[in-house]
């Protein structure tokens, strides 16, 4: 993971000052478990999870709140404030800081949608199948949340069918049993982590 840190350090600014790295997946893919990891091994960059935009009347459309409320302060080097959604409340809550770092993490479903890949210094893939993913995650939520998931598997479908990720991830990032491979993604941009194949296990680290 600390390879990859680095080079992700090493891009240069996509969104003002700041190098935004998307990290997108089919829900129940594991993206927000390699943010964190990720985050740490960059020394705690701040990490943005789309569940805060998303809500129970928009589960997909929330473009327009993320652009204006962080994507256009980032731009100008400020620091972003939005307001995260309760999902058990079913409401906003009180507006959050997010700081203009060297780099920040935005992790979730659609965070590598056309709209916000002008701002992206790196787009991650986590390469798990849909129905693999999607099992994983109706497991963890459990009965409680089984509605919200019936919901949820036509809406993702949808928004993929429309609005696709994968084909532009730089890098597809595959669970190990014991931590992550990275390979180049479908783009295939040229640039520090074009020669990029990492595994992390029992033995090796990035």
Not at 12 to 25: E, H
Not at 52 to 80: K, M, N, Y
Not at 143 to 157: K, L, M
């Amino acid at each position: 993971m600390r390879q990859l840190a680095s080079r992700l350090r090493r891009l240069p600014p996509s969104c003002g000052p700041v190098r935004l790295i998307a990290v997108d997946g089919h829900a129940g893919s594991g993206k927000s478990t390699f943010a964190a990891a990720l985050a740490e091994a960059l020394g705690g960059a701040p990490v943005l999870h789309l569940d805060d935009f998303a809500s129970h009347d928009e589960l997909f459309a929330w473009t327009g709140r993320l652009l204006g409320q962080v994507i256009e302060p980032l731009g100008r080097g400020e620091q972003a404030r939005y307001t995260p959604y309760d999902w058990r409340a079913r409401r906003f809550g009180r507006p959050q800081p997010l700081p203009a770092g060297p780099v920040v993490l935005l992790e979730g479903v659609g965070a590598g949608r056309r709209a916000l890949r002008p701002a992206l210094a790196c787009l991650l893939w986590m390469d798990l199948p849909a129905e693999e993913a999607w099992a994983r995650g109706r497991s963890r939520d459990g009965e409680e949340q089984r509605e919200f998931w019936d919901g949820w598997v036509p809406a993702e479908v949808g928004h993929f069918a429309e609005d696709p990720s994968r084909p532009y991830a730089d890098l597809l990032v595959r669970q190990l049993r014991e931590g992550y491979e990275v390979l180049r993604g479908p783009r295939g941009k040229s640039g520090p982590h074009q020669d990029v194949t990492h595994r992390e296990g029992p033995s090796a680290m990035w």
